[in-house]
């Protein structure tokens, strides 16, 4: 049995790193993917490539071996970087619900003020602070270190000591994940209420002739109330969904035993929330590119390359390609012919 979750969870582990390592490929090698939304989607890609590739992976010999097999100021750079990384990702995704809310109610405004150098700005403040709050366990204070904890298969602070130490709890609970959960749920909120209200107006694409029954003709706006309100919810239920899976679980955890002491939840129990923390590498990459539209499009066509046959002749899409096909070929046999010819 742990021999399956191992290698499920390499599994998972591996498509999340490859999952991550395109999207970031497929937006820095683009320049029309190098959007401002999308530049802070590269933070947070950058962000869970990094917690696949140097936490989960001890982690999950760590389960396999049922001890920690690497030396103590390893133990204490993999428990700063599981809270750096958890910290940072978790802002990434906050400013991201913000900017898609501004950008949404503002486009005009939004993409004349802020532009790749604010992006910039704000990912060197969000690491910073990040590096802020994962950085107090490393001074040892009075029993707050990272230690290896066997229930978390890795190496994490204590959350039952009490004293002062609550406030530390706190403010931890609250940027990695409560802050994030309320921002989203409110930003999120309001992008509905705006994509709602902008799509009731009427516009020139939006109008539709009826005709009444005095024979009378009258335009209309024309809505898919029901199939918008529908994509919508589906959205912000991936997005909340995926969020509140992977970290709701472990920040519950947490909270209950600041309340009480280490060991109140089984091993078994503790050992699956935290390998749900996780998942949230390889749910937010599928989650933010396959409800990207661009991003999206720019996947299926990279896969349609890949997978078609290369000796397979597209046909034109128009007359003007058609006569364009006609023309190349005609040069090219009559090249053909000339070289033949004089040989």
């Known amino acids: 049995m742990k021999m399956v979750a191992v290698a499920l969870f390499s599994i998972l582990d591996a498509v999340a790193a490859l999952s991550n390592f395109a999207v970031l490929c497929l937006i820095l090698t683009r320049t029309s ?3 401002v939304s999308n530049l802070f989607l590269v933070g947070l890609t950058l962000t869970q490539l990094f917690m696949t590739a140097l936490v989960i992976p001890f982690s999950i010999v760590t389960f396999s071996q049922q001890s ?3 030396s103590d100021g390893f133990c204490q750079f993999q428990g700063f970087l599981t809270i750096f990384l958890s910290i940072s990702s978790a802002t990434f995704i906050s ?3 913000v900017d898609r809310f501004f950008s949404l109610a503002n486009p005009m405004s939004h993409a004349a003020n802020i532009t790749a150098r604010h992006v910039l700005f704000a990912s060197i ?3 910073l602070h990040s590096l802020f709050w994962a950085a107090f366990p490393l001074f040892g204070l009075e029993g707050l270190k990272y230690n290896y904890v066997p229930a978390k298969n890795g190496c994490r602070f204590r959350w039952d000591l009490k004293g002062s130490y609550f406030i530390y709890y706190y403010f931890v609970a609250m940027e990695s994940f409560l802050l994030t959960f309320f921002t989203m749920c409110l930003m999120y909120f309001k992008s509905f209420q705006t994509a709602r209200k902008s799509a009731l107006q009427v516009r020139p694409g939006n109008i539709q002739i009826q005709v009444l029954q005095n024979g009378e003709f009258t335009s209309v706006a024309q809505t898919n109330n029901n199939f918008q309100s529908l994509k919508a919810n ?8 995926s969020f509140m899976i992977s970290r ?6 947490n909270i209950v035993t600041s309340f009480t002491s280490e ?3 089984s091993t078994l129990t503790e050992t699956i929330v935290s390998f749900m923390l996780f998942l949230g590498p390889l749910f937010d990459a599928l989650v933010y590119v396959f409800l990207n539209r661009k991003l999206r499009k720019e996947v299926f066509l990279i896969l349609r390359k890949c997978f078609k046959k290369i000796d397979e002749e597209e ?3 128009d007359i003007v390609d058609y006569l364009r096909t006609l023309t190349d070929n005609y040069v090219s046999k009559r090249n053909s012919s000339t070289d033949i010819e004089e040989h």
């Open 315 to 317: 046909e034109p899409k």
């Open 125 to 127: 403040f969000n690491w």
């Open 33 to 35: 993917m190098r959007t």
């Open 263 to 265: 060991g109140y939840f």
């Open 248 to 253: 709701g679980p472990l920040a519950i955890f």
């Open 68 to 70: 920690w097999q690497f």
């Open 234 to 241: 589906l959205t912000l239920t991936l997005i909340i969904g």
């Open 95 to 97: 400013v991201i619900s």
